[in-house]
Structures are given as structure tokens and as C-alpha cells.
């Protein structure tokens, strides 16, 4: 077990892990986005043929949500698409736990049109970055529970308990719109995986700085 820092990719942590350990045979068991830090379940050699085990588990997030903006990716990452100003008093703290509490459940939903779900054979994040219009498939994405954290306008931070198969970018965009206003994901971690847990994940060694050349 492995926790991912912000700002590499899950194959980031498989490639540091195979200079470290020496070990060549490795993969993990659900990627994490470069924006998102956390738990990652990383198989070693025999222990590869075991990750299908763990991909449909379910798994539990801490999403921090920025209300009022909303972006082509449903991240940070992405072009702004739309803006709404967000004050301190726009919204009162019920009526965020309440849409907070109304996202439990079964939602069907759009999954970000920049993710690897495959399209006539190719990732949809391919077309969106060639600029070609697809039809983006609708999920159905299962909340099992939430838990609400945390409120600094415009910024909520929720927990989401969910099944496999669940964007958390999809999720962020509709508690926005059950509010009535834009919404996109600032901030994402993963902090379980069935029953393992980010307390009992390692650290990925220190990289050392390459020299410039």
C-alpha cells in the first residue's frame, strides 16, 4: 500500500518503485489522477495476478469542491467554462448539508469527457484533447454514504463512500448543480480501498532532484 502524492501519476509510483526495489514486474490496482494524492494498492510479482481482486472494491474519497466554477475537465486542470461569484452568505450551512446528504445514492450520470473510458475503442480524453464532439456515456454511480467536513465559501470539502466506478469530477458537478450553481473538484484523496486503509500506507521514497544539464 502506497500513498500517491499530488502531482505524479500512478505509473510515477510504479516507476519509482521499481528503481527502489529493484523488482520489474509491478501494477497497481485502480489509477489515481495526477491531481489526486492517496491510497494505491501496488501488486509485486505474483502478487500481480491478485489486483483484479481489488479493482471493484469500494473505495472512500475526501473531495474538496469549489462552488462557482466549473471547467471542461471537472477539475482544476481544465479550461473554465463558466463562473458565478460566491460569497460567505451565499449559501447557509444546511442547505449544504442537506444537497450533501441528498448526494447518498444511486446517480446517473455523465462521466468526465477527459477520462480513459473507451469510445469506439479510445479513450474519450483522446477526442477531447483533438477537439472532436462525442456522445459521452451516462453511468450509474453509487454513492453508499457522505459525510460533509468541512465549509469555507467557496470551497466544501465532503467525504464520498462509493462503489467501483464512480468519478468523484462527475459527483463534485452535480452536488453543484443540485445547489443551483457551477461546481468542480479542487482537491481529491483516497482514503480507503475495501478495507485497506491510507493509515497503513508507505510513503514512496524521496526522489533526488535531477541536476540541470
Known amino acids: 500500500m502506497i500513498d500517491k502524492p499530488k502531482g505524479i501519476t500512478s505509473f510515477d509510483c510504479i516507476r519509482i518503485l521499481r528503481k527502489e526495489l529493484g523488482i520489474r514486474k509491478m501494477g497497481?490496482?485502480?489509477?489515481?489522477?495526477?491531481?489526486?494524492?492517496?491510497?494505491?494498492i501496488i501488486g509485486i510479482n505474483k502478487g500481480t495476478k491478485k489486483l483484479n481482486e481489488y479493482l471493484k472494491l469500494p473505495k472512500v474519497y475526501v473531495a474538496?469542491?469549489?462552488?462557482?466554477?466549473?471547467?471542461?475537465?471537472?477539475d482544476m486542470e481544465g479550461v473554465v467554462e463558466d463562473k458565478q461569484l460566491i460569497e460567505s452568505d451565499t449559501f447557509s450551512d444546511k442547505q449544504i448539508e442537506e444537497v450533501v446528504a441528498e448526494m447518498k445514492?444511486?446517480?446517473?450520470?455523465?462521466?468526465?469527457k477527459y477520462?480513459?473510458?473507451?469510445?469506439?475503442?479510445?479513450?474519450?480524453?483522446k477526442y477531447?484533447?483533438?477537439?472532436?464532439?462525442?456522445?459521452?456515456?451516462?453511468?450509474d454511480m453509487v454513492v453508499r454514504d457522505t459525510k460533509l467536513l468541512s465549509i469555507e465559501l467557496p470551497e466544501i470539502q465532503a467525504e464520498f463512500?462509493?462503489?467501483?466506478?464512480?468519478?468523484?469530477?462527475?459527483?463534485?458537478?452535480?452536488l453543484g448543480r443540485k445547489l443551483g450553481v457551477p461546481a468542480t473538484l479542487s482537491g481529491l484523496r483516497r482514503i480507503s480501498i475495501g478495507d485497506f486503509s491510507i493509515q497503513d500506507a508507505q510513503k514512496l521514497p524521496e526522489q533526488t532532484p535531477q541536476t540541470p544539464r
Request: aromatic share 4%.
Open 64 to 74: 474538496t469542491i469549489l462552488l462557482g466554477v466549473s471547467t471542461d475537465t471537472g
Open 161 to 174: 463512500d462509493v462503489e467501483s466506478g464512480v468519478y468523484i469530477r462527475s459527483l463534485a458537478e452535480e
Open 105 to 112: 445514492g444511486v446517480h446517473s450520470l455523465f462521466v468526465p
Open 28 to 40: 497497481h490496482a485502480g489509477t489515481l489522477d495526477p491531481l489526486a494524492s492517496g491510497l494505491m
Open 128 to 139: 477531447a484533447r483533438e477537439g472532436k464532439e462525442v456522445e459521452v456515456p451516462v453511468r
Open 115 to 125: 477520462s480513459a473510458i473507451k469510445k469506439e475503442g479510445k479513450p474519450l480524453y
